[in-house]
């Protein structure tokens, strides 16, 4: 029975195969420096009164201030104004290879700085991990080493 067996398994056994072994190795590096950036919003006009023992003889608005007066004389009183005059809309931006060298700003603005390269840099090498330098303000560096070993995939 043992011959059997032993016969039997000679014909069904599995072969190995070199071929299904893989090895990989990846490198990279990745440098970033951030651009500069302007987000401008226009604000409109807006303008309110409120008051207490007040008689308005004309209520004021974005084309210009009221006439009020004082309802009784003698009598407490209170009286705010206020105006915020809306963003003229421009209509056209100079832009130079790429760069706005005077940006609308509006009301509501917000301007990032462009970042530095600085010493950034970063180099790849046959026999190591990658090197990376740190470079000036908004800038970032990625090194990566990524091995992969793969049997009977």
Do not use: H
């Not at 917000?110 to 303000?137: F, N």
């Not at 990625?142 to 091995?147: A, L, V």
């Amino acid at each position: 029975m043992k011959r059997l067996l032993l016969v039997f398994s000679l014909f069904f056994a599995i072969p190995v195969n070199a071929a299904e072994i893989t090895s990989k190795i990846t490198d990279s590096v990745q440098l970033k420096v951030d651009g500069a950036a302007v987000q401008s919003t226009r604000i409109g006009a807006s303008y309110s009164v409120s008051g207490t023992n007040i008689q308005a003889t004309s209520f004021g608005g974005v084309s210009g201030a009221g006439t009020y007066d004082v309802n009784t004389a003698g009598q407490a009183f209170s009286f705010s104004e206020s105006f915020n005059a809306a963003d003229t809309p421009v209509t056209t931006q100079s832009v130079t290879t790429g760069v706005i060298g005077s940006p609308n700003l509006y009301g509501d603005s917000v301007t990032q700085v462009g970042g530095d390269k600085g010493s950034l840099a970063g180099t790849l090498s046959a026999t190591g991990v990658p090197t990376i330098t740190a470079g000036g303000a908004g800038t970032s560096a990625t090194g990566q080493r990524t091995i992969e070993l793969s049997v009977f995939k």
